[in-house]
């Protein structure tokens, strides 16, 4: 059985981190959604060099370890006068990392859209970014909310980067009290189940909301 005076006398310390890592997750999730849209947009778009630069984005983002990601940030910055704090690294690599994910998703649910969607749209009198915007992109993304909703789970537990550049994360704090404890396999099983606290009831909307659009459709 688990020692749960890890878990009762460093509460506040996983209380802490688990906060860091819900805040970290949100703001990483918000970012990675609007810049994969960007991207998602460039990757289909007439203009051959926002093409180019979308393509170029999604393969080698994604073709690279996170770690490596951060370490950009947080590494690379100083040398150029830039110094964030780990929190800030891990959550803009976080965010980096995951919308050449996200993109992707989107790209494939605009293309599965009709084309005959935008025409309409452009011959009514929309611009090109109009009819992406109003027309195209909101029938792209209901298709792809059960993939959208794999990632977002999976940037909750790689947020998990953050405690190897001291991010103040779970991870980072359950390093501190096993480091002062010695006592390590129950305090990673605490940190774990704090984990699950985030992703259970998110796998689980994920699954009801897919049910329910595709029930609507």
């Not at 959208?148 to 998990?160: A, F, G, H, M």
């Not at 001291?166 to 404890?181: E, K, N, P, V």
Request: glycine share 8%; proline share 5%; net charge positive.
């Amino acid at each position: 059985m688990p020692d749960f005076s890890i878990l009762t006398e460093n509460f506040d310390i996983y209380l802490h981190g688990f906060r860091n890592t819900i805040l970290a997750s949100v703001i990483a999730l918000l970012g990675s959604f609007a810049i994969g849209t960007v991207i998602a947009v460039f990757r289909i778009t007439p203009i051959r060099p926002l093409r180019w630069a979308g393509a170029m984005y999604v393969e080698f983002i994604r073709n690279i370890p996170l770690l490596l990601v951060v370490f950009v940030f947080f590494y690379g910055l100083p040398s150029l006068g830039i110094t964030l704090s780990g929190f800030v690294c891990g959550t803009l690599g976080l965010m980096i990392y995951t919308a050449s994910f996200i993109a992707e998703a989107i790209r494939a649910g605009i293309m599965s859209v009709p084309k005959g969607q935008l025409e309409a749209a452009q011959a009514s009198g929309l611009t090109y970014v109009q009819a992406m915007r109003y027309v195209v992109l909101p029938q792209a993304i209901k298709i792809v909310i059960p993939p959208l909703s794999n990632q977002s789970l999976n940037l909750i537990k790689n947020s998990s980067i953050l405690g190897v550049f001291a991010g103040l994360d779970l991870m980072y704090f359950g390093d501190q009290i096993a480091s002062r404890t010695y006592v390590t396999f129950d305090t990673y099983i605490f940190v774990a189940l704090f984990y699950l606290v985030l992703t259970l009831p998110l796998s689980y909307m994920a699954r009801q909301l897919e049910r329910k659009l595709a029930k609507s459709g």
